[in-house]
């Protein structure tokens, strides 16, 4: 006999997010994460031929963090996530800011390091293929505050990231509500005893 769920359990929120939102997550993670290790290393090397090409793969990751970042941001507008875990209201403010802040720097980094870029009079051309516009005249002053904010953004965004995966392990290790599952790319499989 087939059992049709009630309007309620229809409507009910899933405990995990779905694939796609799982997929963007760690994609977006792995490429920040990548970008901001490119950009520490390559940031105290001599001007090289091998300096150039590492700030030019740098400049391919912000625009495809950014494209990333909008398709994430588009993709959470337009499906629920799963029900809030039960948590002390401090921890709920602290997690919806903590999310909130890290959208707006996924957006704020790689446009600080576009205009940086633009300002500087080294235009970005996307991998290689594509000539991205300057969205700001060249101009030496406005490069130089743009580079100071394109670092100073992306060490918030680093602190950010460090008090998310902080955050994400008490919930795993200390807690242990469940929270890391609902964005794992693995599934957990239940052991049912014997």
Same mark, same amino acid.
């Given at each position: 006999?087939?059992?049709q769920?009630?309007?309620?359990?229809a409507k =009910?929120?899933?405990?995990? @997010?779905?694939?796609?939102?799982i997929a963007?997550?760690w994609? /977006?993670? #792995?490429?920040i #994460?990548?970008a901001?290790g !490119?950009?520490?290393y390559m940031?105290d090397?001599p001007?090289?031929?091998s %300096?150039?090409?590492? @700030?030019n793969?740098h400049k391919?990751?912000?625009?495809?963090i950014?494209?990333?970042s *909008?398709l994430?941001?588009l993709? %959470?507008l337009? &499906?629920?996530?799963?029900a809030?875990?039960?948590? +002390?209201a401090?921890?709920a403010r602290?997690a919806?800011?903590?999310?909130? !802040? /890290? @959208?707006? !720097?996924?957006? =704020?980094v790689?446009l600080a390091g576009?205009?940086?870029?633009s300002?500087?009079?080294?235009? #970005?051309?996307w991998?290689?293929? !594509? +000539?991205? +516009?300057?969205?700001?005249p060249?101009?030496k *002053?406005l490069?130089?505050s743009?580079?100071? *904010?394109?670092?100073? /953004?992306?060490?918030g965004?680093a602190?950010? #990231? /460090?008090? &998310?995966?902080?955050?994400a392990l008490?919930?795993?290790?200390i807690?242990?509500?469940?929270l890391?599952q %609902?964005?794992? +790319?693995f599934?957990?499989?239940?052991?049912?005893?014997?």
């Amino acid at each position: 006999m087939d059992q049709q769920l009630s309007p309620i359990a229809a409507k =009910a929120k899933p405990l995990r @997010y779905s694939a796609i939102a799982i997929a963007l997550h760690w994609l /977006l993670a #792995i490429a920040i #994460i990548g970008a901001l290790g !490119l950009g520490l290393y390559m940031s105290d090397l001599p001007f090289s031929p091998s %300096r150039l090409k590492l @700030y030019n793969w740098h400049k391919w990751a912000g625009v495809s963090i950014l494209l990333l970042s *909008a398709l994430r941001l588009l993709w %959470r507008l337009t &499906h629920r996530p799963p029900a809030e875990l039960p948590m +002390p209201a401090w921890q709920a403010r602290a997690a919806h800011m903590t999310h909130g !802040l /890290l @959208y707006l !720097l996924f957006f =704020a980094v790689p446009l600080a390091g576009w205009a940086y870029s633009s300002a500087a009079g080294f235009p #970005i051309v996307w991998f290689g293929v !594509l +000539p991205l +516009p300057d969205f700001v005249p060249v101009d030496k *002053a406005l490069a130089a505050s743009f580079k100071q *904010a394109h670092q100073l /953004l992306a060490y918030g965004l680093a602190a950010l #990231i /460090l008090a &998310h995966l902080g955050a994400a392990l008490k919930h795993h290790f200390i807690d242990r509500d469940g929270l890391l599952q %609902r964005m794992s +790319p693995f599934k957990q499989t239940r052991k049912t005893a014997p």
